[in-house]
T-cell receptor
Framework: GAVVSQHPSRVICKSGTSVKIECRSL??????MFWYRQFPKQSLMLMAT?????????EQGVEKDKFLINHASLTLSTLTVTSAHPEDSSFYIC???????????FGSGTRLTVV | ELKVEQNPLFLSMQEEKNYTIYCNYS?????LYWYRQDPGKSLESLFV?????AVKQEGRLMASLDTKARLSTLHITAAVHDLSATYFC????????????FGKGTRLHILP
């Protein structure tokens, strides 16, 4: 089946540093990827939609300069959390739609802890 | 704006019992997805429902879609402890941006 590989699975960083999260579609081309954030015991919150070769579209209330998204190829999208603060600690998940009949596939998630 | 409501949000049930999780949505769509999430893990796709009347079954789980009622159900038959997880439905409003809208999730706890 279609797989999205997400790395790292877990990262601890110091306040003020930046962290990059990568999502790769392994056996299909993902022209669009979605980045979500999830707090404990809550649903997924869409942060942004990344499109290959163009600027990402951010949801209302999401800081573009803090959460930098790059979708440089049809198989790779990255999310960089810049100048991280403890409140950025969360579970980040990427997703891509494979095709209508298959639906959406999700990366394995990245647990970010900012200390 | 499309709204997706799941109920119940929390369900504690005994093994071997049957139960149903409901997913209501507010605008027209005939694409709906069910996912399972285990603690600390990402989402695992369970069912893709793409038409009115669609019914799919996998083991003790069965999902259906009624687009006229804007309702999907996830039915659990003879629950077992391994089915304890959070279940999300997500609806595709079929806009050009391909975004899907998630329900709040149903935390299912099956007591041995």
């Amino acid at each position: 089946g279609a797989v999205v590989s997400q790395h790292p699975s877990r990262v601890i960083c110091k306040s003020g540093t930046s962290v990059k999260i990568e999502c790769r579609s392994l056996d299909f081309q993902a022209t669009t990827m979605f980045w979500y954030r999830q707090f404990p015991k809550q649903s997924l919150m869409l942060m942004a939609t990344s499109n290959e070769g163009s600027k990402a579209t951010y949801e209302q209330g999401v800081e573009k300069d803090k959460f930098l998204i790059n979708h440089a190829s049809l198989t790779l999208s990255t999310l960089t959390v810049t100048s991280a603060h403890p409140e950025d600690s969360s579970f980040y998940i990427c997703s891509a739609r494979v095709w209508v009949g298959y639906g959406y596939t999700f990366g394995s998630g990245t647990r970010l802890t900012v200390v | 704006e499309l709204k997706v409501e799941q109920n119940p949000l929390f369900l504690s049930m005994q093994e071997e019992k049957n139960y149903t999780i409901y997913c209501n949505y507010s605008t027209t769509s005939d694409r709906l997805y069910w996912y399972r999430q285990d603690p600390g893990k990402s989402l695992e796709s369970l069912f893709v429902l793409l038409s009115n009347g669609a019914v799919k079954q996998e083991g003790r789980l069965m999902a259906s879609l009624d687009t006229k009622a804007r309702l999907s159900t996830l039915h659990i038959t003879a629950a077992v402890h391994d089915l304890s997880a959070t279940y999300f439905c997500a609806v595709d409003p079929m806009n050009r941006d391909d975004k899907i809208i998630f329900g709040k999730g149903t935390r299912l706890h099956i007591l041995p």
